[in-house]
């Protein structure tokens, strides 16, 4: 498995997803994203069952991580970019989605290549750092600095020390925190 494959596809499976949320209409979004959900079980029970689906078996072989069930990290992703859709405006949702997209995939890449003071687990000084810095330069484009750097470190740690798939946790985290903001 090639993490740097896995975690690049992550960002930008994850900024499409984050695209869709803004760009089409809420319903729409959900529609879209809900039946990539369910097409997204179909193939994995498919590949459960030792059938081989060109493209997805490949994809699966090439970046789930070995002992994993397999889609866990997609269908967790796009499990809760609709479930945050579903309880959050569009815009915020969308915003959450991209920030899950952009940390937890540059904070594992470069946590691996520059890597080199571990902090809890398997994860770096240098990748937590990485991945708030470009997660706040993202959120810069959008919002206040403050607000910027507020939810990039809110959301590193999270990613850092959540016990829970942060797939699954960041979008509601961001989100709540975008809200309250």
């Known amino acids: 498995m090639n993490e740097y494959l896995r975690k690049s596809s992550h960002i930008l499976f994850g900024l499409l997803i984050a695209g869709v949320i803004l760009f089409f209409p809420a319903y729409h979004a959900a529609m879209i994203i809900g039946f990539s959900l369910y097409a997204g ?3 994995i029970d498919l590949c459960m069952k030792d059938y081989c689906i060109p493209l997805i ?9 070995d002992g994993e069930f397999p889609g866990k990290g997609a269908f967790f992703f796009v499990f809760s970019a609709l479930v945050t859709l579903m309880f959050f ?6 915003v959450s989605v991209a920030v899950l997209a952009v940390l937890d995939g ?3 890449i470069i946590g691996i290549r520059f890597g080199k003071h571990r902090i809890w687990k398997k994860k770096t000084l240098e990748g937590f750092f990485g991945g708030v ?13 403050v607000y910027a750097v507020l939810i990039s470190l809110v959301a590193g740690l999270v990613e850092l020390i959540s016990p829970v798939d942060d ?3 960041i979008p509601w985290i961001v989100a709540m925190l975008i809200t309250l903001l």
């Open 89 to 94: 405006p569009p815009v915020v949702a969308a």
């Open 106 to 108: 540059f904070s594992t």
């Open 57 to 65: 078996s490949t994809l699966i072989h090439h970046m789930e991580r």
């Open 133 to 145: 810095i470009i997660t706040t330069a993202l959120l810069l484009l959008i919002s206040p600095p």
């Open 41 to 43: 079980l179909i193939l």
């Open 167 to 169: 797939n699954l946790i």
